[in-house]
């Protein structure tokens, strides 16, 4: 394979970042990446957006939401390829909101497991959807396993 045209199609793009030129176009839409056109009309996509498309993905991996992702794209040199200390920046930014969804996803963990036991998502210990025992306002029994919905 020959060296990287400094332009890229959005069919291009799509082979070579392994994402779908539909979701490059909502990306671009949403602002995540841009793109300049021809005079037909045509996108086309400067090289480095190959590298912003990765952090993109890196981020939806993690769970991050688009909105986070794309503040933190909107830190970076427009115009020039960012450099090594641009990226660290960048993965800095979102260490705060990674080590919160952490201790989320910790403390789902530790609450799930002592109600798995019981099933009936009633009783007055379930921290996950009846906390302070919010289900017996509607009664008797399993209450959201009867159909009742959680308020």
């Known amino acids: 394979m020959g060296s990287l045209p400094e332009w890229l199609t959005v069919g291009e793009l799509a ?22 056109r021809t005079e037909g009309n045509q996108r086309r996509f400067h090289r480095s957006t190959l590298r912003r498309v990765a952090v993109i993905r890196a ?20 115009g020039k390829t960012p450099s090594t200390k641009d990226w660290a ?7 705060e909101d990674l080590e919160a969804r952490i201790d ?20 007055k210990s379930c921290a996950l959807l009846n ?7 509607s009664g008797p029994g399993a209450q959201y396993l009867l159909g009742n919905a959680p308020p």
């Open 15 to 36: 082979a070579r970042s392994g994402v779908a030129a539909s979701a490059l176009r909502f990306y671009e839409t949403r602002r995540l990446i841009t793109a300049e």
């Open 59 to 78: 981020g939806q991996a993690v769970g991050l939401p688009l909105r986070a992702i794309g503040d933190a794209l909107a830190r970076l040199p427009s």
């Open 89 to 95: 920046k960048l993965g800095e930014s979102w260490r």
């Open 104 to 123: 989320d996803l910790a403390r789902l963990r530790d609450d799930l497991t002592s109600c798995i036991g019981c099933g009936c998502l009633s009783i």
């Open 131 to 137: 906390a302070g025992d919010r289900a017996a306002e």
